[in-house]
């Protein structure tokens, strides 16, 4: 049995032979025998089939061709033909051990026993006699098997020895995410737990090695029919993970996603008008990126919520005379705004307003326009109104101008600011106005005013009286009212009703109920008529009426017979309602109708009166006294400032004279680009 059984390898147990030797049994019992140690065998499953491989074991081999024998369960003993193969070219053998035994070539009631003692080293014996043992079996293909099946150099299994080494990504073997270990076995099995329980093997495993074959089933790893060492990589690809989004002063394009396991995802946010990012925080110690209102969660591992926090940075600056200052909270773009302050009794300030690029920590100062000329407002009688300016190192972003001083002044945003001047020389306040600065309005002087044309009796002295004139008088000019208006009542609309009072006229109906007919049964029972008990109630009025029915029928009656009676009923009435009353008037009214008269009572005086002025001098006369013409020039009204946008502004944009009183300052966030 050498070379030539290639599937077939002699399964010689070196200690059974001193076991069987010393008993002795009929070729049943020997089956037996043979099941019992081949179950009971340790490495039994090491080196013996335990499986069905094109035929069923135990084997039997007999003249070069394997076939199957029921009668042996788990295993076998040896047949002649395999005690054949062993011998040598003199016969010998090393299966000899100086006794007989039986082999598994049965012979009908007799079975081949190996016998030492014969020429042919064996011979026939009846199954009922006593004689030994010798165990064999088929044996697993791979199993490495050493000797050369002599007498000298017998048969020998050599236990298996392999080292299997396993890598795994996102999951463990033990707690282990490295295994190294040498079996002694053909087939090995490994309990798999994934990192987390989302993760879903998909097969991405790779191995080298000589074996049957490797694969995953749930999560049990399973290596058959090992040949060499193995190595393996087996990768777990977890599945999509839930990242929620919750966006404070802003929306996300999407509240929840899924990402897949270990990669980057995320959403676009929207900020609130003027809100810029803050900060963001996720659970389970997720880390993200943000770029430009993408907001993305980094390999994420787990299911996560994200919040990310927008802050509206904007504030406005209300006119106060003194420095203001506004710090950077958010490197972007911001929206900057201004209203110069209205020059005094003259005209409006203007509105500017431009985009531009700050940074985080940047410091800027504020100064916002006043009626008084503060921040710019040109001086004189009436000053000019102070611009509103926003400065970045003392340099001037933007300037929203003042409006000019006095009235007819040209509104801020017109007129460059220049001062306005009186005319005619240096009278009181008859100086002119000086220009504003830093886009602040021009101030005015005051009119200019002196005399002329005097004389000694320029003008009078005034000795007159005033007092009202009358005119359009009359007899009868206006009168005294002296009526009274009111309700008063016209004709009697509902009386108080009275027992004395009688009907004015009648209604009389006459009401009759016919009612056709109804039935009441009679069944015989027992011999006698028993009423099924039917009824008809009818209302006629206020009084009810019943069906009047016949009597139960006379004489005898046979059991299950019915009798029909018929059951008649009507009613009639006459019922008399009173139509109308007569209205008495003894029982009296009580409601009216009413009409209302602006002067039901009283009557009309009228009196003597005129029509009447006011007049300051209507009786006396002027005397004369000196005096001069006095002539009067008028101030030329400041000019309203102009706007200034600083370096880098741009998106600018004025309204002229859009402001009353006094300036304001307005820096709101715009966004991340400046688009």
Known sequence: ?????????????????????????????????????????????????????????????????????????????????????????????YLHDGLSYWTMTDNGSQAYIVDPETDNKYSLKNKTSSNRSRITEYIIEKTKVIGEGLYSNPWEFVKPEFQIQLTLINATIGGNSAVSEIINSYNREYTINANESYFNYTGDISCTGNYESINISGNKLSIKDIASDIVCTIKYTPDNMIATFVVQNGTASSNTINIPAESSDGVILTPNAGAAFDSASCTNGQTFSYNEKKFSVENINTNTTCTIVFKNPGKTYNYVAANQTYTVEYTGYYTIAGYGAQGTSGANGAYASGRVYLTKGQVLTINTGGQNGYNGGGTGYYVGGGASTIKLNNNILLAAAGGGGGAGALAGGVGGGAGGAASGGSGTNGGAGTAGTNGGGGGSGYNYT?????????????????????????????????????YYNTTCNTYYSCSSCSCASYTTSNITYNHGTGYNYYLCKNGSWASNGYTNNVTCGSDTKVYSCSSSPSGSCTNGNTYTVTCTGYCKGTVTTCASYNRCSACGCQTYNQAYDSCYTGSNTCSYGCDSYYDSCYTGSNTCAYGCDSVTNPYNPGKGGTNIFGTGVTNTSTIVGSRSGNGQVIINYYGESGL
Do not use: H
Request: proline share 2%.
């Open 450 to 486: 002196y005399n002329t044309n005097c004389s000694s009796c320029y003008t009078g002295k005034n000795t007159c009286k005033g007092g009202y004139v009358n005119y359009n008088c009359s007899s009868c000019y206006y009168g005294k009212n002296t009526c009274k208006g009111g």
């Open 1 to 93: 049995m050498k070379l030539n059984l290639k599937n077939i390898l002699l399964f010689i147990l070196l200690v059974p032979i001193y076991v069987f030797a010393t008993m002795s049994n009929t070729y049943s019992e020997s089956i037996n025998n043979t099941d019992n140690y081949i179950s009971n065998y340790q490495d039994y499953k090491l080196y013996i089939v335990t499986k069905k491989i094109g035929f069923d074991i135990p084997f039997k081999y007999k003249e070069g061709v394997l076939s199957t024998n029921s009668e042996f369960s788990n295993g076998g003993f040896l047949n002649l033909d395999e005690f054949n193969i062993s011998k040598d070219s003199l016969g010998d053998t």
